[in-house]
């Protein structure tokens, strides 16, 4: 039998437990873990050495590190171990030791929180074509199939999956979802559409033909679900915080994830996402602006001002139309963009300034 004892340490962010046996006795008795020269932030281009202070001598076979649950290195040297944050996720991550000493294994724990090496860069925009959007559409989610536009509008009681000629904005057929349900982001991947619901934890699948209805899935890690993209192989959820979550594409589990960040600050409400050359293109609710998101580790190498888009637009109810909808059809430095309850779809130029 073991048992484990988990105990916070002031303010430090340090956590620390024993499993040894029938007898518990707090790691912090033994061990400290220190990280050197300490920081509030760290970026990828850092890195730091720890060492772990044996305060009784008790004889150690070996430390390994981990940063949350991945491995970075292990050692039987207790002090000068170099950490390279590398390849390291952006966000609040836990820096672990885990001590083997005679038969036991200690845990140690601290907090480090990693920001974005870069500055994004900002764009704006030109607009080339603008097309009629029917304004009784929430938008949720929008993406292309070849040259046809597929869209999720939400709201309790008016939510639906809708598939339209984006050119004359005639909406072609019209899939409704129950009351129940308020429908969010969608995406296409090998001739299905998989829609999201807010915050019923409930997504839907749909053959792409027919438009037929043909599964259902369920999501429980993440928050809320907001927008949805993919690369070809996997499926990327946003939901509303600053995580956006990969799925697999096969069981559509939540597998992992990264957080949205600078070099100085998370970006939270997360929401349509599309993925675009290799990244993510990310709208931030009801901020009029796209961000352009390395799939790798979340840093935001890019915004895309688009505050004065909605000058363009007659709308009905400022308080309601935001801009949301984001769509790419492969065309090189274009994007498709219209916003809930818009009365256009507008054809963008991005333009680096």
């Known amino acids: 039998m073991k048992l484990f004892k988990l105990l916070l340490l002031g303010n430090l962010g340090l956590f620390s437990f024993v499993s040894c046996g029938d007898k518990v006795r707090p790691a912090s008795d033994l061990f400290d873990l220190i990280v050197k020269d300490t920081k509030k932030t ?27 649950t991945e491995k970075i290195v292990s050692s039987k040297n207790i002090s000068g171990k170099t950490i390279n944050l590398k390849n390291q996720k952006l966000g609040n991550r836990s820096l672990i030791a885990r001590v083997y000493s005679e038969g036991a294994k200690y845990e140690l724990s601290k907090k480090i929180r990693v920001l974005s090496s870069i500055t994004p860069k900002l764009y704006t925009y030109l607009i080339l074509e603008e097309y009629p959007h029917d304004t009784n559409a929430y938008t949720q989610g929008l993406e292309f199939s070849k040259d046809t536009l597929y869209e999720s509008t939400g709201q309790y009681k008016n939510s639906t999956l809708r598939k339209t000629d984006y050119k004359s904005g005639a909406v072609l057929t019209t899939i409704p979802l129950s009351d129940a349900y308020f429908a969010e982001g969608l995406t296409i991947l090998n001739d299905k559409i998989y829609q999201l619901t807010w915050r019923e934890k409930t997504g839907f699948i749909y053959d792409l033909n027919t438009l037929k209805k043909t599964g259902s899935f369920v999501y429980g890690k993440s928050l809320e679900g907001w927008g949805l993209c993919q690369n070809g192989t996997s499926i990327f959820k946003s939901d509303g915080t600053q995580k956006i979550w990969k799925l697999n594409a096969n069981t559509l589990a939540e597998e992992d994830y990264i957080e ?3 070099n100085s600050s998370k970006i939270k409400s997360v929401n349509e996402l599309e993925w675009v050359e290799g990244k993510i293109y990310a709208n931030i609710y009801l901020k009029d602006a796209i961000a ?44 498709y963009i219209t916003g809930k309850n818009w009365n256009k779809l507008f054809k963008i130029k991005i333009i680096e300034k």
């Open 42 to 68: 760290y970026t990828p281009n850092d890195s730091f050495v720890v060492s772990i202070t044996n305060k009784k001598g008790s004889p150690i076979d070996s430390v390994v590190y981990y940063m949350n």
């Open 260 to 262: 949205i960040y600078t």
């Open 292 to 335: 352009i998101v390395n799939p790798k580790n979340g840093a935001v190498e890019g915004v895309i001002d688009l505050t004065s888009l909605k000058n363009n637009v007659t709308v009905k109810n400022p308080d309601d139309e935001v801009l949301n909808g984001i769509a790419y059809k492969g065309e090189p430095n274009i994007l």
